[in-house]
T-cell receptor
Framework: GDSVTQMEGPVTLSEEAFLTINCTYTATGYPSLFWYVQYPGEGLQLLLKATKADDKGSNKGFEATYRKETTSFHLEKGSVQVSDSAVYFCALNDNTDKLIFGTGTRLQVFP | ETGVTQTPRHLVMGMTNKKSLKCEQHLGHNAMYWYKQSAKKPLELMFVYSLEERVENNSVPSRFSPECPNSSHLFLHLHTLQPEDSALYLC????????????FGQGTRLTVV
């Protein structure tokens, strides 16, 4: 079945460091891919998405490119801030009525 | 304001109690979802409603009973829960249910004692 694999956390960085959170997927079709963010005490919020191969999703300085050849959708940001500390979830929707999520990666950014 | 509101935010209940979680969406969406979020586990999809009909039930125990009276409201009725049911329960909605993003509420933190 379809699945999403994320790197284990926590990821600990200093402010202004470069961020990469890896995400790979397994799907039978051509899924849409998403990154969601969950700040402490909150629900999940959509951060960015890509619906087809080679699409790049971007928002708030975060980017992710849909790589069909490597079945990946890695999240990157050039310079993280303390306010980016949260849990990040990679997800896919493969033309069905449900989102499939990874386990989440906690990001901790220190001043 | 996410457009999806869940109440209560926190709930503590005994194993013999009956309680209900409520979700309301103000986005005009026609699909609604219940997810369970436990520590160190992937989000688990519990139920999907599309146009007020249940289209997915992922082998959830019968002690969880969903209700969707209209496209804006979703309930999760709870009875005789177990301590391992303690988790964050998230409601979400989407417009159409294929390849579209979901909008989440803030969740209900449930503790079963």
């Amino acid at each position: 079945g379809d699945s999403v694999t994320q790197m284990e956390g926590p990821v600990t960085l200093s402010e202004e460091a470069f961020l990469t959170i890896n995400c790979t997927y397994t799907a039978t079709g051509y899924p849409s891919l998403f990154w969601y963010v969950q700040y402490p005490g909150e629900g999940l919020q959509l951060l960015l998405k890509a619906t087809k191969a080679d699409d790049k999703g971007s928002n708030k300085g975060f980017e992710a490119t849909y790589r069909k050849e490597t079945t990946s959708f890695h999240l990157e940001k050039g310079s993280v801030q303390v306010s980016d500390s949260a849990v990040y979830f990679c997800a896919l929707n493969d033309n069905t009525d449900k989102l499939i999520f990874g386990t989440g990666t906690r990001l901790q950014v220190f001043p | 304001e996410t457009g999806v509101t869940q109440t209560p935010r926190h709930l503590v209940m005994g194993m013999t109690n009956k309680k209900s979680l409520k979700c309301e969406q103000h986005l005009g969406h026609n699909a609604m979802y219940w997810y369970k979020q436990s520590a160190k586990k992937p989000l688990e999809l519990m139920f999907v409603y599309s146009l007020e009909e249940r289209v997915e039930n992922n082998s959830v125990p019968s002690r969880f009973s969903p209700e969707c009276p209209n496209s804006s409201h979703l309930f999760l009725h709870l009875h005789t829960l177990q301590p391992e049911d303690s988790a964050l329960y998230l409601c979400a909605s989407s417009q159409g249910h294929l390849n579209t993003e979901a909008f989440f509420g803030q969740g209900t933190r449930l503790t079963v004692v």
